[in-house]
């Protein structure tokens, strides 16, 4: 099974700030990795698939990097509505797996 | 416009078995791979099972395997998840999820609300 380890845990940040988020996988996954925004009482939302590509209707704020086993997302300027968690998952292997998540909090 | 709905959630004592049902529209759902995802409360996001669009092919994580079974009906456009022999771990909001295609697919790219299921004595 591959193991996905996001960090931090939880970013604390002020609206307006870059955010960079990191998802590291304990295999290579070549660029099949996704990014989910959930808000609290909310089903996950796709931001990114293939690393790098938004998801429609995504605004470009929102961008994805990286492969093989280190993997970005950076929202260039955070806004009020992005306060949530964010998960990474493989889609390269079977049991597909998810990060633990990041929660981006208001500093 | 992509729509999941899920029902049958509920509480039920550890041992015993329910159905969950996904009822899709907006997309020809028989030419798309499902899946099941959980969260437990206050967890993260945990992959239960997965078919394919002919409803061959099942996938099963090692943490269910046995006791769930996916299946789908393509004429009614819904997935289904027996579970059986629950457990108080496997208790989470559970929700379906349609797979994407591009780049390979794998990921989620709809997802429903969510149905609670609670299994406790």
């Known amino acids: 099974e591959i193991v996905m380890t996001q960090s931090p845990v939880t970013l604390s940040v002020s609206p307006g700030e870059r955010v960079t988020l990191s998802c590291r996988a304990s295999?290579?996954?070549?660029?099949?990795l996704a990014w989910y925004q959930q808000k609290p009482g909310q089903a996950p939302r796709l931001l990114i698939y293939?690393?790098?590509t938004g998801a429609t209707g995504i605004p470009a704020r929102f961008s994805g990097s990286g492969s093989g086993t280190e993997f970005t997302l950076t929202i260039s300027s955070l806004q009020s509505e992005d306060f949530a968690v964010y998960y990474c998952q493989q889609c390269n292997n079977w049991p597909l797996t998810f990060g633990g998540g990041t929660k981006v909090e208001i500093k | 416009e992509v729509q999941l709905l899920e029902s049958g959630g509920g509480l039920v004592q550890p041992g015993g078995s329910l159905r969950l049902s996904c009822a899709a529209s907006g997309f020809t759902f028989s030419s798309n791979a499902m899946r099941w995802v959980r969260q437990a409360p206050g967890k993260g996001l945990e992959w239960v099972s997965a078919v394919s669009g002919s409803g061959s092919n099942p996938y099963y994580a090692d943490s269910v395997k046995g006791r769930f079974t996916i299946s789908r009906d393509n004429s009614k456009n819904t997935l289904y998840l027996q579970m059986n022999s629950l457990r108080v771990e496997d208790t989470a909001v559970y929700y379906c999820?349609?797979?994407?295609?591009?780049?390979?697919?794998?990921?989620?790219?709809?997802w429903g609300q969510g149905t609670l299921v609670t299994v406790s004595s």
């Open positions: 295999q290579s996954v070549g660029t099949s």
């Open positions: 293939g690393a790098s």
């Open positions: 999820a349609k797979r994407g295609v591009e780049a390979g697919g794998g990921y989620h790219d709809h």
